[in-house]
């Protein structure tokens, strides 16, 4: 369920609805499925040139003389300890002065670390979705943003060779594949699979559903989206994006109807307002 900050976000005017949030102009055209040549290329993972050491310099550079010393101090006694234990105390140290310093990338880095100590799934999941959250914090284009996806992509990676049938692991890095739009297929075929076990899994129709819209396949969209509402009846992002997927296949009123229950459901004044103009927009088109 959305939480209150995305309802803020939403309220404020900085978006219309969560679809605008995730994909943009909801009147803009739809991405085409790939043809299995671009399908090919889509699935080979980009090669960055993101150089970490040097980033990492950039960003300590701009701190004050004790914050350099702390990391300096912190990383050698890390670097040097043998014990396991005591090397992850320094890291988590570490990546409590990252935190405190707006240094996300470097709190993300420290924690892999810690992951290739304990090579445990929930480790190695946490790493994930500390890469995941910083990727999608990151606004830009940049090298660092494919970096960031790229180690999310190999955390969840590392996390399901340790429990392949680990279903949640599976979502996340199916989800970690379609964001960055380069192995899109990849994620949708491990989706797939999820449901063809489990046609019931909420996650893995919801992202399915969401997928349909990305890539105009609408009827797959609300076949999806359908699903994950019968199982979820307050699920206000099936919703919302059920109202998507049909104001796109041009039936107006069952659009109306899923925005208004996801206004229901949300039950926010200034959000309220914010559906009700897009209706009226829907109305009048």
């Known amino acids: 369920m959305i939480k209150p900050a995305q309802i803020a976000v939403i309220a404020s005017g900085l978006v219309l609805t969560l679809a605008l949030f995730f994909w943009g102009d909801l009147k803009g055209p739809a ?3 790939p043809s299995p040549a671009e399908q090919q290329n889509a699935n080979t993972p980009h090669q960055s040139t993101f150089n970490l050491e040097s980033y990492k310099q950039q960003q300590l550079a701009k701190l004050a003389a004790a914050q350099k010393d702390l990391f300096a101090d912190l990383e050698t006694k890390a670097l040097n300890e043998k014990d396991a234990t005591k090397k992850k105390a320094l890291l988590n140290q570490l990546i409590i002065a990252s935190e405190q310093n707006q240094l996300d990338v470097l709190a993300c880095v420290y924690s892999k670390q810690i992951s290739e100590l304990d090579n445990s799934i929930d480790s190695w999941t946490k790493t994930g979705d500390n890469f995941t959250q910083t990727y999608s914090l990151d606004t830009s284009q940049s090298e660092l943003k494919h970096y960031l996806l790229h180690e999310a992509i190999a955390s ?22 379609m964001d960055g739009g380069e192995q899109v297929m990849e994620g949708v075929q491990i989706l797939l699979g999820i449901v063809r076990d489990n046609p019931n899994n909420i996650d893995a129709n919801f992202i399915l559903g969401r997928y349909g819209i990305i890539s105009g396949q609408y009827d797959k969209a609300v076949q999806r989206l359908t699903k994950v509402v019968e199982l979820d009846p307050r699920n206000f992002e099936a919703h919302l994006l059920l109202g998507e997927a049909y104001f796109s296949l041009g039936q107006k009123e069952k659009a109306i109807e899923y925005y208004q229950k996801s206004k229901a459901l949300i039950n926010n004044p200034q959000f309220s307002a914010e559906i009700d103009a897009y209706i009226e927009k829907i109305k009048n088109s």
């Open 31 to 33: 991405k085409p499925m």
């Open 156 to 177: 969840y990676t590392a996390a399901q060779r340790l429990d392949t049938a680990n279903v949640k692991t599976k979502i996340r890095l199916a989800s970690a594949y």
